[in-house]
């Protein structure tokens, strides 16, 4: 794993006491905190016209997948983020983090100074449509709370991560669940499990570029109000995936494809070599491919693999628990 950060980060705590706010030096392998949050994928996309504020409403099916990132927080003199993973390089450790978003939001509200070092081992595809920032951001916000001892209620987090994005509400509680609004407003739906391989594309895409090429693609159409499929959410309840996979949809897919037509490429490879559906994750550039069983999606990452038209594969399945401290 490569290592990419402002400062090293404290590899192994016990010999790198750091000093607290209050000046005492601080073990911090006694008070540091790891939470391990996990990646999305839509099942379900349905996108309306832009609203007045920008943003879309959505029909938004969630289900997270079993491919974490891990952020751990320890005492510190101010915010720093750090970062260590394959693509870690691809990661701002500014303000622009989610994760230090979360942790100064959080310190605003207790009245607190966000002293943290925050780590992110980074396992999730960067803008890849998986949700990876907003998962560091709710993971950033459990791993804070839990180490300043706020107790802070469900609801308020809730609130916090609706403000630091979209799709960060999502990746606290995890699991299946309906998105609304602009996908915050969150109804657990029931789902059974599910096996996925994603494809890794070369570099991300940008979420804003992808909504405004969507824009750009329905001028001039009249969009019906988003809806939450039956068929899909009477499959993703049964655990049948022959039955899952012709209700994936994804709105957002033309636009992603648009932008990237190298994609089409990569879904038509991965049903070929066997997946049962294949759609672009979110708002890309990764994609999503539907498999019977963990046989399969080994035998459909093989062929990805070998195709040259992705830069790496994950095997994940679903659903998987939101924001968990370790
Ligand atoms: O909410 P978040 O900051 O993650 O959204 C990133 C961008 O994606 C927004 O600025 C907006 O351009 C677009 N977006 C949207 N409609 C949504 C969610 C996101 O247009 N429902």
């Not at 701002?92 to 002293?115: F, V, Y």
Request: hydrophobic fraction near 45%; proline fraction near 8%.
């Amino acid at each position: 794993m490569s290592e990419h950060a402002t400062e090293n980060p404290t590899e192994n705590p016990t010999e790198n006491p750091t000093e607290n706010p209050t000046g005492r030096a601080t073990d911090s392998a006694a008070r540091s905190v790891t939470v391990r949050v996990p990646a999305k994928v839509n099942v379900q996309l349905a996108v309306a016209a832009a609203r007045p504020d920008g943003f879309h409403d959505l029909a938004n099916v969630f289900l997270a997948v079993s491919l974490y990132d891990e952020v751990t927080a320890t005492p510190a003199a101010g915010t720093k983020v750090t970062c260590e993973g394959p693509d870690a390089d691809q990661v701002p450790l500014d303000r622009t983090n989610l994760a230090a978003r979360a942790a100064e939001t959080l310190a605003r509200r207790a009245g607190l100074s966000p002293d943290v070092h925050l780590h992110i081992a980074k396992n999730i595809p960067v803008a890849g449509g998986m949700a990876g920032g907003s998962a560091d951001g709710a993971a950033a916000l459990v791993a804070c709370d839990a180490l300043w001892g706020l107790n802070t209620p469900m609801t308020e987090l809730l609130d916090i991560c609706a403000e630091l994005g979209s799709d960060v509400p999502f990746s606290l509680v995890g699991g299946a669940a309906l998105g609304t609004g602009r996908g915050e407003i969150l109804t657990p739906v029931p789902a059974g499990t599910f096996h996925w391989v994603f494809a890794v594309a070369d570099g991300g895409l940008s979420t804003p570029a992808v909504f405004r090429e969507f824009d750009r693609l329905a001028a001039g159409r009249d969009l019906p109000a988003p809806q939450a499929s039956p068929a899909l959410l009477a499959a993703l309840a049964s655990g049948d995936p022959d039955a899952l996979a012709p209700t994936l949809v994804n709105d957002l897919q033309p636009a992603a494809l648009s932008l990237r037509p190298r994609l089409a490429a990569v879904l038509a490879a991965g049903t070929g070599a066997g997946a049962l559906a294949a759609l672009v994750s979110g708002s890309g550039p990764t994609t999503a491919f539907l498999v019977r069983d963990p046989e399969a999606a080994a035998e459909v990452a093989a062929v990805l693999d070998a195709s040259g038209l992705c830069r790496a594969t994950r095997v994940a399945s679903s659903p998987a628990p939101g924001a968990t401290l370790l």
